[in-house]
């Protein structure tokens, strides 16, 4: 299993969506992906798009403007 | 039983795509969509950046609608491809720098590609006839299907009826009797199929969905291309133009002066790659110089900065100039007046 990094800061939505979905089209079932943004719009965005294609969103983590969200991958990858 | 047919459809986020695709599922075709990030959609940024929209719902309508409908969505960066459909559109631009006709046939061309490389059947699009003035008409519709490659393979459910059988309605995957014959302005036969199909909510974009119909927008970009001889744009140039008051008070160089927080913390974002300049002495706006200027320019730009800082009754203030290279100085000028500022800088 794998875990990777996106850094989407300081681009606004739906840019960190598209970062999101083209890193996962790389992964497998059950990895891991770690995307860091900066637009609070990714705080919906990217759990919408995780629920609409089958992946799973493991924890959310907001520091001052940072914000940090954990996917895992579903099967539907 | 039959193959199972897959069609794509293009979602907007608006009303039309989000029926036309449902009316797609009711006849038992796998629907996924599609969406494409051009740069210029008018969809999340704006709300992103100004504080006072930081309590608005930020959610991406396309998304959104995918979720009602309980499709996948696959979002599309087509910001480098686009640029051509902008800048070179072969039918030429709407009322103001809107390629509508281009912008179609160009995402359908792209739904095409999607399609052939997904092993889908087709595509559906919540087009119809006379909705829009220059994309969305009779005698445009075969252009779309023609240009884009997409041919019978387009298949628009909310006006199918008025025009001829599609490749899916001559096989059989979908029924013809089970679409719709929708034409013009009215958005009435679109309400009444939201009630029946249960829908609550929808978007309702003011002037589409793409900054390009926005006039405002499109002087700007106008006089972004005249100001550098040449019709061209990054992604960040179009960006910029979202923001701020723009005033280009002289032909060589042009402020962006952040509005309110959001706007500035934005900006602040762009500060090491344009000249930049902020008061010290009195609250006020961070302001971007695009262009050159000499010192004569620099004072003026100062001057007009003043005007939109908190110090624009006083005698002097003072202004922290830092160029793209170099130190940052203090400019001590008396803010312009009203009647110095020439309306016609404004953009």
């Known amino acids: 299993m794998k875990t990777v990094t996106v850094d989407a800061r300081n681009l606004l939505c739906p840019l960190p969506v598209i970062r999101t979905q083209d890193a996962v089209e790389g992964l497998s079932p059950g990895d891991e992906l770690e995307v860091l943004c900066t637009d609070p719009g990714a705080l919906q965005d990217i759990p919408t798009w995780c629920r609409i294609n089958g992946h799973r969103v493991e924890a959310v983590d907001r520091q001052d403007r940072e914000i940090r969200i954990r996917v895992r991958v579903g099967g539907a990858a | ?347």
């Open chain 2, 1 to 347: 039983m039959g193959e199972q047919r897959k069609a794509v459809a293009l979602i907007s986020g608006g009303l039309d795509s989000m029926l036309a695709a449902r009316v797609i599922q009711e006849q038992g075709i796998q629907v996924e969509g599609i969406n494409f990030f051009t740069g210029f959609c008018v969809e999340g940024h704006t709300h992103a950046i100004r504080s006072r929209d930081a309590r608005r719902p930020k959610r991406n309508n396309a998304l959104w609608v995918a979720e009602q409908l309980g499709i996948k969505l696959h979002i599309v960066d087509v910001i480098e491809e686009y640029k051509d459909v902008v800048i070179n559109p072969k039918h030429g631009y709407g009322a103001n720098l809107n390629p509508c006709l281009d912008c179609k046939i160009f995402m359908v061309h792209k739904a095409v590609e999607w399609i052939e490389q997904h092993g889908f059947d087709f595509i559906i699009t919540g087009e119809v006839i006379g909705q829009r003035p220059k994309s969305q008409r009779r005698d445009t519709m075969p252009v779309v299907a023609r240009e884009s490659g997409a041919e019978d393979r387009l298949l628009r459910p909310l006006c199918a009826k008025n025009l001829p059988p599609t490749l899916p309605e001559r096989e059989g995957w979908v029924d013809r009797e089970k679409l719709y014959d929708f034409s013009g302005r009215s958005r009435k036969p679109q309400m009444a199929l939201a009630r029946r199909f249960g829908f609550k909510d929808w978007a309702q974009p003011a002037g589409g969905c793409c900054f390009l119909t926005d006039a405002q927008y499109s002087v700007k970009l106008a006089d972004l291309w005249a100001s550098r001889g040449e019709r061209r744009y990054e992604l960040d140039d179009i960006m910029l133009l979202k923001v701020g008051r723009h005033l280009r008070p002289r032909p060589h160089f042009k402020l962006i002066i952040g509005r309110e927080e959001g706007e500035n913390r934005f900006l602040e974002g762009y500060r090491k790659q344009f000249t930049h300049l902020r008061p010290v002495s009195h609250k006020g706006p961070l302001a971007l110089l695009d262009g050159r200027a000499d010192e004569a320019d620099l004072e003026l730009a100062a001057r007009l900065v003043g005007r939109f800082s908190q110090g624009r009754d006083a005698e002097r203030i003072r202004v922290e100039v830092t160029p793209t290279e170099g130190e940052p100085r203090v400019l001590e000028v008396a803010p312009l007046r009203p009647h110095e500022v020439a309306r016609e800088w404004y953009l």
